[in-house]
Each structure stands twice: as structure tokens, then as C-alpha cells.
Nanobody, 123 residues
Framework: VQLQASGGGLAQAGDSLRLSCEASIRNSNTYSVGWLRQALGKEREFVAA????????HYADSVKGRFTISRDNAENRVYLQMNSLMPEDTAVYYC?????????????????WGQGTQVTVSS
């Protein structure tokens, strides 16, 4: 399993960014992919996840209605569209993969992690 996130950068409050995760996963139909983030001085936290089919998704309350996760299996990519960005969204964002899918918000099931991409939102 190899994951590589990209698309971070600087934004102002209210702006949009789209993160992309290139996910090379053998037997990918057994894995779901999530986006997780870690702000400076804080613990890593769950943001959003999508199952193998792209049909099932769930989000942290803090991003619900603003962020959208999607996947394109033909391109081996998972995206995180982030709208209405707020300064508190500033963090390093990681894509990660786990076996199976369930609607929980724990980060512990994610066994495979890519390198992070920095998102900085100014007010």
C-alpha cells in the first residue's frame, strides 16, 4: 500500500482547496481511505472517509457540510474537496487506508499512511 497526498497550500478564510491522494493499493476493494489531520500541538484527528465503492462516506462534525470526500478508482485517487475553509482547518492533512469500512471516527484502524500535505488558512 502506497499513499501520497498533495494539493495543500495557503488559503484565506472562505476559500476552497482540493486535496488529492494517489492510492496504490493491491486488493483495493478491501480497503477504505480516509483523510486525517494534525494541527500543531494537537493530536491527529479523523476528518472523512470513503469506502471502496465510493458509495459510503462519513465526516467529522467539524467539517460536515463543508468538505466532500470522493474516490476515482480508475485513477487510483481519493479527493477531499474543502470549501468554506476556516483558520481552524489549518493542519497537516494525511490520507490513510484501513481494511474494511465502518462509520467510526477513530484513527487507530488506519494502518497505512501517506506523507502529509500542509493546509494553512488565514483569517
Amino acid at each position: 500500500v502506497q499513499l501520497q497526498a498533495s494539493g495543500g497550500g495557503l488559503a484565506q478564510a472562505g476559500d476552497s482547496l482540493r486535496l488529492s491522494c494517489e492510492a496504490s493499493i493491491r486488493n483495493s476493494n478491501t480497503y477504505s481511505v480516509g483523510w486525517l489531520r494534525q494541527a500543531l500541538g494537537k493530536e491527529r484527528e479523523f476528518v472523512a472517509a470513503v469506502d471502496w465503492t465510493g458509495r459510503y462516506t462519513h465526516y467529522a462534525d467539524s467539517v460536515k457540510g463543508r468538505f466532500t470526500i470522493s474516490r476515482d478508482n480508475a485513477e487510483n485517487r481519493v479527493y477531499l474537496q474543502m470549501n468554506s475553509l476556516m483558520p481552524e482547518d489549518t493542519a497537516v492533512y494525511y490520507c490513510a487506508a484501513r481494511i474494511g469500512y465502518s462509520k467510526n471516527y477513530s484513527i487507530s484502524p488506519y494502518r497505512y499512511w501517506g506523507q502529509g500535505t500542509q493546509v494553512t488558512v488565514s483569517s
